[in-house]
């Protein structure tokens, strides 16, 4: 909430339309002269509707529009603030200034929010299927005929051993191991 009231603001920027010194007004209210004084510049330039609460969301060309203006007619941070009826304060068309001088018209753009992403997802590289050359490919064929050639000679030795561990079972004999 704010400090000071709406009516508040607005019977004292009256006040010192009327002709009353800001100096002896702070006095009395108990307030800042440089805040008295930007009621009262307020005051003059919209009127009654200067201290009507509204949002304060402004576009990056209005951020750029007030700079302009305020560069052109060499106003003060405090006149431009009342002028255009900025809510925030001097710091906040300050803040505009640095910002457009560090970044031009895109340092007005919105940013994210929320938190960034921890890990970045890479990026997918379609994997490039190339085709075999003919040594290659040959190549690669004798490896598989060898591997296979290896493999059936292994299961015919192993159906070997079988059907003569049947045929001493049947003749009651043990076969004879071999010696290498």
């Given at each position: 909430?704010?400090?000071?009231s709406?009516?508040f603001?607005?019977?004292?920027?009256l006040?010192?339309?009327?002709?009353?010194?800001?100096?002896?007004?702070?006095?009395?209210?108990?307030i800042?002269r440089?805040?008295?004084?930007s009621?009262?510049?307020?005051?003059?330039?919209?009127?009654?509707?200067?201290?009507?609460?509204?949002?304060?969301?402004?576009?990056?060309?209005?951020?750029?529009?007030?700079?302009?203006?305020?560069?052109?007619?060499?106003l003060?941070?405090?006149?431009?603030?009342?002028?255009?009826?900025?809510?925030?304060?001097?710091?906040?068309?300050?803040?505009?200034?640095?910002?457009?001088?560090?970044?031009?018209?895109?340092?007005?753009?919105?940013?994210?929010?929320?938190?960034?992403?921890?890990?970045?997802?890479?990026?997918?590289?379609?994997?490039?299927?190339?085709?075999?050359?003919?040594?290659e490919?040959?190549?690669?064929?004798?490896?598989?005929?060898?591997?296979?050639?290896?493999e059936?000679?292994?299961?015919k030795?192993?159906?070997?051993?079988?059907?003569q561990?049947?045929?001493a079972?049947?003749?009651?004999?043990?076969?004879?191991?071999?010696?290498v």
């Amino acid at each position: 909430m704010a400090k000071y009231s709406a009516e508040f603001k607005l019977k004292v920027a009256l006040e010192a339309a009327q002709g009353i010194r800001i100096q002896s007004l702070a006095q009395v209210h108990g307030i800042d002269r440089s805040t008295l004084r930007s009621w009262f510049q307020r005051y003059q330039h919209h009127g009654s509707q200067a201290f009507i609460k509204k949002y304060s969301c402004y576009s990056a060309e209005f951020k750029r529009q007030v700079l302009t203006y305020m560069r052109q007619n060499q106003l003060s941070l405090r006149e431009t603030v009342a002028y255009f009826d900025i809510r925030g304060g001097t710091s906040v068309v300050s803040q505009w200034e640095r910002l457009y001088d560090e970044g031009g018209l895109a340092a007005f753009e919105p940013r994210p929010k929320g938190r960034p992403p921890s890990m970045k997802t890479p990026p997918h590289k379609p994997t490039k299927t190339r085709l075999p050359t003919n040594d290659e490919e040959l190549a690669q064929l004798r490896k598989e005929n060898e591997y296979l050639r290896a493999e059936n000679a292994y299961l015919k030795k192993l159906d070997a051993l079988l059907q003569q561990k049947e045929q001493a079972q049947k003749t009651g004999h043990l076969p004879k191991k071999k010696r290498v």
